[in-house]
């Protein structure tokens, strides 16, 4: 029996039953109501408020500029649509690394101003005290390892990460670690399919990958690269399943003719 089907509202509880059946979960980026509303409503089972909202919707070139507040601002707007997808936030850059009292902060403003499920954070050890104290408050938290586009500055490039056996063996123990403290699931981003499986096989906590291969338990992508909004980003892992870039511009063409040619408004749309 497929528990997707049945779920009048996803849990970090459904989500494990998922993985221990074996159904995968489907998950996107959402950043808005009117989206989120269309997502919820086929079905998809996490929508997560990335701080890619950072780049597809504020237009900067890192995940690093967006706050606290803008990242609130955007949660509240998709909660608001969503009955039945649990709704996962992304904690900003600067509002958790380093100290855990503001790491509870942030996470405590995120649940009661949002309305939200869960909150994401990006790293493993690193982020150890932060990760215990958000979740002491009740506050349920998705890890984030492999590419952590936080950390950009440090690595330089968006290349797949943990190729060398030393790096996979820290995100193993960082995945483990992770459950252990009491994370509901993961997010693997870029990483080789293969440690995506041995990830997904050494915790019993759900493994979503964006760029990490077929053997983990679900996967997720950016709402606006599946879409076809965006054109400039292509990794191989994407798949667009739309050219809503063409399909939007070709409209906005077809109005701005019909205005300039007066053949909008005609008769019977006007009062
Ligand atoms: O912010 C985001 O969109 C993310 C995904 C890449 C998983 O963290």
Redesign the pocket.
Known sequence: MSVHKDVRKVTTHVLQEMKFRGQKIAML?GYDFSMARILDGAGIDII?V???ASNVMAGYET?LPITLDQMIYHAASVVRAVSRALVVV?LPFGTYQGNSKVALESAIRIMKETGAGAV?MEGGSEIRESVVRILSAGIPVMG?LGLM?QSIHKFGTYVVRAKDEAEAIKLVEDAKLLEELGCFGI?L?KIPADLGGRVAAAVKIPIIG?GAGGQVDGQ?L?LHDMLGITQEFSPRFLRRYHDLFSEIKGAVEHYISDVRTKDFPNEKEQY
Do not use: A, M, Y
């Open positions: 980026t997560l990335g701080d890619s995940t992304d994401k984030h586009p997010v981003e964006i997720v950016v």
